[in-house]
């Protein structure tokens, strides 16, 4: 499968934004997707998961109340709307997808990766 991320830009503290994923290649239902995301200087870290059939999400604790993850099967989507966005929010965003049994926060368990968009929060 290739994925590809865009929504990205430079936005201001306060703001909001979605980011989007494109699936192609085979079948978008068959994978766990995940967002990670790597700021300036930082190891990559998990941000959120969706299952295969979007029944179940988990988004990392410290960002939940302000970031959701969403998926349209249909149109081989994935989403991430973050709102109030932060500084600290700033960094590259990545989809990824895993076409495991279980979801889950690890990369090593996610199969493919898109390229990645750059998040960028003034203050």
């Known amino acids: 499968v290739q994925l590809q991320a865009s929504g990205g830009g430079w936005v201001q503290a306060g703001d909001s934004l979605r980011l989007s994923c494109a699936s192609s290649?085979?079948?978008?239902?068959?994978?766990?997707m995940g967002w990670f995301r790597r700021g300036l200087g930082k190891e990559r870290e998990f941000v959120a998961v969706?299952?295969?059939?979007?029944?179940?999400?988990f988004v990392r604790d410290s960002i939940k109340d302000r970031f959701a993850i969403s998926r349209d099967n249909a149109k081989n989507m994935l989403y991430l709307q973050m709102n109030s966005l932060k500084p600290e929010d700033t960094a590259v965003y990545y989809c990824?997808?895993?076409?495991?049994?279980?979801?889950?926060?690890?990369?090593?368990?996610?199969?493919?990766w898109g390229q990645g968009t750059q998040v960028t929060v003034s203050s």
């Open positions: 969706i299952s295969k059939s979007g029944a179940a999400t």
């Open positions: 290649g085979r079948s978008f239902s068959r994978y766990h």
């Open positions: 990824a997808a895993d076409e495991g049994p279980m979801t889950s926060s690890r990369e090593g368990d996610y199969d493919f």
